[in-house]
């Protein structure tokens, strides 16, 4: 007798073929399950930019970017000591760094740690003195310790490096208005405007440096002789 075609064509196989098929199988069903897994870390690392920019500089220690990635996002979100500590990272990473300085100078100035800020600046300013925006910002801090000649000349070294920020002349304006140099203030102000006229700053101080020369222009009332 011949062997049945039917039979043999649903055969099952052997117990072999059986363990074979379902371990491959499991190692099937592993490695979607583990996919699936990375898969939804991953989702949840792009949902959340702090746990993304971590895990990128886990990934990626010396690289200074992901670094000011993060204390950016600190900073404006206004976590000041965690933008703080992430700044002096990239400075241990790479000490002669001048926007890490001036980017700690600022986050020192925004939590009123002004002597530091000076320090950090001071430092911008030894390793590139041709920056203007550590200039206009050593400025500011010179003005917010009391020292209002330091904090004119430096806004001046950074006009002279960059004439044609409106900001600077609007800070450097202030300075001399605050020390009665109206006329002084008034040019500061003007050359600001002229830079950006809708710039509200320097409207509000214009505003603001002609209400004090009118009253300084008004005759003072005699006293009362009776």
Same mark, same amino acid.
């Given at each position: 007798m011949g062997k049945n075609m039917r039979e043999k064509a649903f055969r099952t196989g052997s117990r072999?073929?059986?363990?074979?098929?379902m371990a491959i199988w499991v190692a099937a069903v592993l490695v979607v399950i583990a996919l699936s897994g990375m898969t939804y870390l991953r989702n949840m690392l792009w949902r959340n930019p702090v746990t993304?920019?971590?895990?990128?500089?886990?990934?990626?220690?010396?690289?200074?970017?992901?670094?000011?990635?993060?204390?950016?996002?600190?900073?404006?979100?206004?976590?000041?000591?965690?933008?703080?500590?992430?700044? &002096?990272?990239? $400075?241990? !990473?790479? @000490?002669d760094d001048v926007m890490a300085? +001036? %980017? /700690? =100078?600022? #986050? *020192?100035?925004?939590?009123?740690r002004y002597g530091e800020a000076a320090r950090e600046l001071q430092t911008a300013l030894s390793l590139d003195p041709k920056a203007?925006?550590?200039?206009?910002?050593?400025?500011?801090?010179?003005?917010?310790?009391?020292?209002?000649?330091?904090?004119?000349?430096?806004? &001046?070294?950074? $006009?002279? !490096?960059? @004439?044609?920020v409106a900001d600077i002349h +609007? %800070? /450097? =304006?202030? #300075? *001399?208005?605050?020390?009665?140099?109206?006329?002084?203030?008034?040019?500061?102000?003007?050359?600001?405007l002229k830079l950006k006229p809708d710039f509200p700053a320097a409207l509000d101080n214009m505003n603001m440096l002609y209400q004090e020369m009118s009253k300084k222009s008004r005759p003072e009332r005699p006293k009362n002789i009776y």
């Open positions: 072999e073929d059986i363990r074979k098929g993304l920019l971590q895990d990128t500089i886990i990934k990626s220690s010396k690289k200074l970017r992901p670094h000011y990635n993060l204390a950016s996002y600190y900073e404006t979100r206004g976590h000041l000591d965690l933008a703080a500590e992430t700044y &002096q990272l990239v $400075i241990n !990473l790479k @000490p300085h +001036n %980017n /700690l =100078g600022n #986050v *020192y100035v925004n939590q009123g203007p925006l550590s200039h206009d910002n050593l400025g500011y801090v010179y003005f917010k310790l009391g020292r209002p000649d330091e904090a004119i000349q430096e806004y &001046q070294t950074a $006009i002279k !490096l960059a @004439p044609e +609007n %800070n /450097l =304006g202030y #300075v *001399y208005f605050t020390q009665g140099r109206f006329d002084d203030a008034a040019e500061e102000y003007r050359r600001a």
